[in-house]
């Protein structure tokens, strides 16, 4: 296992800052956008030497923590 100084799910600006990117865009913007910052997370652990299943899992963690705030922010959008 690698450690991790940063886990990507607890990157709560990175996590934030997708979130309300990824609600303003739609269609191929939003997957291009998308597609461009898995690129970036899976490029930056392989410079600190993460295993192919430690960035799967990272990757992983981060889509679920972006689609988390995402709910979120939908959410608090419906009540108020």
Do not use: Y
Not at 8 to 29: F, Q, V
Not at 54 to 74: C, K, T, Y
């Amino acid at each position: 296992m690698t450690l991790l100084q940063f886990p990507s799910h607890r990157r709560a600006a990175d996590i934030r800052r997708c979130a309300a990117t990824l609600r303003d865009l739609h269609g191929e913007k939003a997957n291009q956008f998308w597609r461009n910052e898995m690129a970036l997370l899976v490029s930056a652990l392989r410079e600190v030497g993460a295993c192919e299943a430690e960035i799967s899992h990272q990757a992983q963690m981060f889509m679920n923590a972006v689609q988390l705030e995402l709910q979120a922010g939908f959410a608090n959008e419906s009540i108020g």
